[in-house]
């Protein structure tokens, strides 16, 4: 698609993507990805907290309110899209936003909270739609390099995908859309079976034992499977299979160096965009593997 | 005239005496009301003595008009107007006033109750003043029975009427009769081979004098009525003649095509394009597929008459008969006409194997994970297999094999709604023909429930988990995934409150019993009714299981609902039953309550404007036009007529009938404003 003027989104980072936080590297490289082959991102101001980690566990109307505050925010600043890259912040806009379509009451409450209206007319998308509705023609056309025998396992988690019939985002159980991705970048899908699993996701301080296993599973399959690394598009997940895996090595005795890359840095290293400038430094597996392959 | 109308007020035990003061509703029936000259009360009108009671007070007050006011008319209707036939009174001036179902049933305040009564009541006398007497229709009877489908539910019902001294004409889609339980290896709970004690009726039914077997045939359109259906039966082209081929079998043999995949088999083993289904197929006689056959291709492509095509021969040159050929390339579908009197239906059902809306399951892409019927056929000594249990995948004999019971059933998220019935038994069947074939085999299943209701069927199951060692596991399974060359199933098992993971070889998904793909469209050729689930429709479902909404059109089998085949057999019989009924007499009497388009002398002919929305909105199809013709031959207009034969009395016609020209004889508007005035607005 050929973008004949510069389309503003609303950019939503959250707390886990923003600079200085514990995942900025994503944040970082959607940035320096859009720089390069669009859409225009524009931070939303005032943005807060989505409400996604205690708030929706605690107390719906505050997670709710959290929520629809930012969506309110890019209403009135004219934005007709909102990217979340996080899936934990698309997820709690989107259900937010139904949540408060399908609630008179609700909607009220919040909009009283809030001290703004909420009309919800913007669509909140994440970094794959964002991807595949904007930018594949023109990765097709601007990437620079194609990586030599490069295989890459494309890893979903589970808040890009469920519950399926709010968030009605590609195939609950066998989802393609990373996949046509990691394919544009010149490097090859692997085809594994744990793509959707859960990692254990916010029970990693809480019940890290839990997501051990259930991280060992994944790494285990996709090792299995062949993959020289994995791709994700959550920072909940890549701090799991990142930050965790040579504990996870250790506790079941097997060595993985399988470096995990967000989504966004893929692309970026395919259009030959600086590997320092796209946060591949800021790993805990080394990502040496992955930009020599596209050197 | 003057009308001597007996009002019987009935008590229903203390169905409706308990809400309505019958005394008093019988008092009132009375007063200020000419025409009303006899009341009484009984405890049980229906009964003996009060059927009794009502023929000797028709006969005493010389009653020429009755109202009972009881329960619904389709309780009793029919009882009470037989009564009045006895006495010489036209059953047509007997009328049920509802004060059960309508009244009593539904008001537990007394006085409201009965006030209500006294005006449903008056109501009923106020029509029954304008009753007229009518008389049955006499239609003809063809004494020939319709069975469409040749499973074991048309098989039954054809033998049963044959041997009922009636003509049977059977009607099968596939190249064989035989239908899903030729594809049975051994039957629930006896173990028998399935096809050994259904080829001795399939021979049967082939030899029968009085059964003319259609194969590789489908019913094209359906008119007529009870005791006269007009046929029309689609001969399709099987590219053989069926009075030449001898079933020597030497054309399959030399068909180069050998790697189709065989629908008998459920896709797990390969057929020639000209074959027949099964070894033990009657008619022994093959059919191409001209799908797949390449002349067929060819000719297609070169846009030539098939006998023209020379890209292949094999068949017809390796065919022994002579002068003419058994094969004809060039052969073309036909249709015949049957006249009959009555219909079977017994198209049967269809297995769910797109399993694509089960993603968790692989949706279909593991071929280790397989339906229950493949698995029959993996069982069965006439498979793909020869009976030895075998992966699809690698051919090796599982270790382990996991079912899971409840796919697409007892799910109305996903699949259907509804419990298919078989799916316990034959379960726990094949986990016994597993262990029987594999000793060292391990057997596990994933249930909800376990459903084995019928005879000698809780036994069987208990057999399965007691004698040959299934676990039987209650929870559902969340997911399969592969890993290496096994299947990892990972299920709860709610019992002891944990989760499982089994490292499989093999999965059997029980999956649901569903109506076949084209019953809505086939159930509209032949304007019977259908559910949500495309099952059709019984017209009670106690009472008339096997008569379907369209009267002499019977339904046995599964395309009524799911069952197992000593159900299925047992409904054939009864079908059977009905058709001999139906055949039995030299004409049939249908009720008269039919509508009927208004004719008067020249010049007018008819109010009836010739609009026909009375056609489009008969669902039985019993509007016809009738061109109204001057001497001359020139026709003055075209009106609305009525077939009575197809008529079944419900009124939507004299209701959507902008000119008023449709009347319903029983029903009529005389009668019907009769009943709306007497009503006292407060």
Known sequence: MQIEERKKIGYYPGCAITMGSSSEEYGTSVLRVSEEIGPELEEIHDWNCCGASSAHATNHKLSTALSIRNISLAEQSGYKEILAPCPMCSQRLIISQKDVADDEELKKDVEDAIEMPCDGDVKIINYLELIKNYCMDEIAEKKKKAPKDLKIASYYGCLLLRPPKVLKFDDPENPTSMEEIVEATGATSVDWELKTNCCGGGFTLSRTDVVLKLTNDILECAADAGADAIAVACPMCHANLDMRQKKIGKEYKRKYDIPIVYISELIGLALDLGPISLGLNKHFIDTKSVVNAFA | ?682
């Not at chain 2, 007009?230 to 001969?235: E, M, N, P």
């Not at chain 2, 339906?371 to 297999?385: D, I, W």
């Not at chain 2, 057997?443 to 004698?467: H, L, M, N, P, T």
């Not at chain 2, 079908?575 to 139906?582: D, G, T």
């Open chain 2, 1 to 682: 005239m003057g009308k001597k109308i007996g009002v019987f007020v009935c008590h229903c035990g203390t169905n409706i005496s308990a809400t309505v003061d019958v005394e008093k509703v019988a008092e009132e029936a009375k007063k200020n009301n000419p025409g009303v000259a006899y009341t009484t009360t009984y405890k049980y009108m229906c009964s003996d003595p009060g059927q009794k009671l009502l023929r000797d007070k028709i006969k005493e007050e010389g009653l020429d008009g009755v109202v009972v006011a009881a329960c619904s008319p389709k309780m009793h209707e029919h009882t009470f107007r037989n009564a009045a036939v006895k006495t010489g009174l036209n059953p047509y001036h007997v009328e049920i006033s509802n004060l059960r179902e309508q009244c009593s049933w539904v008001h537990p305040d007394k006085p409201t109750g009965t006030e209500k009564s006294i005006d449903l009541v008056r109501m009923m006398t106020e029509k029954t003043r304008k009753d007229r007497s009518l008389t049955p229709i006499k239609v003809p009877v063809t004494k020939r029975a319709l069975v469409i489908g040749g499973g074991i539910a048309g098989i039954q019902a054809a033998l049963d009427i044959a041997d009922g001294g009636h003509e049977v004409i059977m009607v099968e889609r596939e190249a064989s009769i035989g239908g899903h339980m030729a594809q049975l290896s051994e039957t629930f709970p006896t173990l028998d081979c399935s096809q050994c004690i259904m080829t001795p009726k399939m021979v049967e039914l082939a030899q029968h004098d009085n059964i003319k077997l259609y194969t590789w045939s489908e019913i094209e359109a359906v008119d007529g009525y009870i005791g006269n259906f007009d046929v029309k039966i689609r001969k399709k082209a099987r590219s053989v003649d069926l009075d030449l081929c001898t079933g020597c079998s030497s054309c399959w043999q030399v068909c180069p095509c050998k790697k189709i995949k065989s629908e008998f088999d459920m896709k797990l083993g390969n057929r020639t394009a000209i074959y027949i289904p099964f070894p033990q197929a009657i008619p022994s006689k093959p059919v191409i597929d001209r799908e797949n056959c390449i002349l067929f291709k060819d000719s297609r492509k070169k846009n030539i008459k098939p006998n023209d095509s020379k890209v292949c021969r094999k068949c017809i040159d390796a065919c022994p008969i002579a002068p003419v050929k058994a094969i004809d390339y060039n052969q073309e579908d036909e249709i015949v006409e049957e006249k009959v009197g009555a219909i079977v239906v017994a198209t049967g059902f269809k297995e769910l194997d797109d399993t694509s809306m089960y993603g968790e399951y692989g949706g279909g892409k593991y071929k280790d994970v397989i339906t229950g019927l493949q698995f029959e056929r993996l069982a069965s000594a006439s498979g793909p297999t020869e009976g030895k249990i075998e992966r699809p995948s690698d051919g090796k004999e599982p270790e382990i094999v996991v079912f899971i019971q409840c796919v697409g059933s007892r799910d109305p998220a996903k699949g259907c709604s509804y419990c298919s019935k078989t799916c316990c038994m034959y379960t726990a069947k094949h986990t016994m023909l597993y262990k029987h074939k594999v000793h060292d085999g391990h057997a596990f299943v994933f249930y909800i429930d376990i459903r084995c209701a019928g005879k000698d069927y809780e036994e069987f199951s208990q057999r399965a988990i007691e004698e040959e060692g299934a676990t039987y596991l209650r929870g559902r399974v969340s997911r399969i995934y592969k890993k290496g060359d096994k299947l990892v199933v990972l299920g709860a098992d709610t019992l002891t409150g944990s989760v499982v993971e089994i490292e499989a070889d093999m999965v059997v998904l029980a999956s649901a019993m569903k109506a076949q793909d084209d019953a809505e469209k086939f159930a509209q050729k032949l304007s019977i009714q259908y559910n949500k689930d495309k099952f059709f429709s019984e017209m009670h479902p106690k009472l008339k299981p096997v008569e379907s909404s369209s009267a002499a059109i019977l339904l046995a089998g599964t395309c009524q609902g799911p069952k197992d085949i000593p159900e299925t057999v047992a409904q054939a019989g009864a079908a059977a039953s009905k058709v001999l009924a139906l055949l039995s007499a030299d004409e049939l009497e249908r009720e008269p309550v039919v509508a009927k388009v208004d004719r008067l002398p020249p010049p007018v002919f008819s109010t009836c404007i010739g609009c026909f929305y009375c056609q489009r909105v008969c669902p039985y199809g019993a509007i016809e036009e009738e061109d109204i013709k001057a001497r001359d031959g020139s026709v003055i207009k075209t009106v609305a007529r009525v077939n009575e034969g197809l008529c079944q009395g419900c009124g939507l016609c004299a209701a959507t009938c902008r000119s008023k020209s449709v009347e319903l004889a029983g029903f009529n508007d005389e009668q019907v404003y009769a009943e709306i005035n007497s009503v006292e607005f407060n």
